[in-house]
């Protein structure tokens, strides 16, 4: 199947120049410097049920995640996580809050990553003991500063979480850690308001060249929070603000990477998977596009490569979608008229029609076709 040629022209205003930050590991995964934006999401099982936790990290790394955070709010928990990271791929971050001894413990365990919150992990004393920890284990850190979570010192100075409360508390966190020449590090400054966490992470991101997790926290359930995260770490991403990202759902940790990974091919900066162009549908529909297009993203996600595929239903924007699209289909006729055939397009040419019936088996044989043509045309160049 030919490639559509895409001329320079067409592609100069969607280029976003990301900010210049330093580079860390997070086990295999780089974070910052010119590495791709990654994934993450976190687990809401029990911690001590590793068979469940197990389960749920896989579901994640199916979806795309390149990192799973593992909550260790107690021994028993960080006990658990060494079995934990034996069972999975995946780079595994533990969450420590309250207690300096769990991120010991998480480290010993093989935690690739440590997420501490400064407000709450207690004296410059521990700070260090986990440090060293971590630096004798090979794990990188997060500090994580959460409005609802700022040092009581802070609140008092500033009266209540504002942007430079929460940038002076990361940057003093951060000041701890560089003190113990400790460098691997990305900070994050997260906060239910979207507007005081984006203004937040921009403050940030001009006073340090640390490496940037995203996340609106607590941002709600599956519709709400990913149209409140998708504002919130869209409009960062596109000032090129940001390394890593989480979406906060009340949602399953794979519904997170899905929605991460939408935000980061809207704005073309990473893609992975099918990206389906479909309209609203209207009376001018030749074919169910509601249902169509539920099915076929049903069927189709367990595609990894980056297929792009147009699914409209009439010949209004239909052979405009498709010129843009790997492949695309197009109505030909209207609901009520069941025999009209579809126009399917080849990367941007007519190449033939189909019938309503057998249209969905046909669009996922050529994505599956294409996918794997990618695929291969990866290898190769890999192997070269």
Known sequence: MPERRVS???????????????????????????????????????????????????RAEEAGADMVRVSCPDADSTAALREIVKQVSVPIIADIHFHYMRGIEAAEAGAACLRINPGNIGSVERVREVVKAARDHGCSMRIGVNAASLDQKLLEKYGE????????????????LEDEDFREFKISVKASDTFLAVASYRALAAACDYPLHLGITEAGGLRGGTVKSAIGIGALLWEGIGDTVRVSLSALPEEEVKVGFEILKTLDLRHRGVRIVSCPSCARQGFDVVKTVELLEERLSHIQEPVTLSIMGCVVNGPGEARETQIGLTGGGTLANVNAKNQVYLCGERAHTIGNEEMIDHLVALVEKKAAEMAAEKAARAAQ
């Not at 930050?21 to 990654?38: F, K, N």
Request: net charge positive.
């Open 8 to 58: 320079m022209s067409e592609r100069s205003y969607r280029v976003i120049k990301r900010r210049v930050s330093r580079q860390i590991r997070v086990g295999s995964v780089l974070v910052g410097g010119d590495a791709p934006i990654s994934v993450q999401t976190m687990t809401n099982t029990l911690t001590t049920d590793i068979k469940g936790t197990v389960a749920q990290i896989r």
């Open 161 to 176: 979480p504002c942007p430079d409360a929460m940038v002076e508390s990361a940057l003093e966190h951060a000041r701890l």
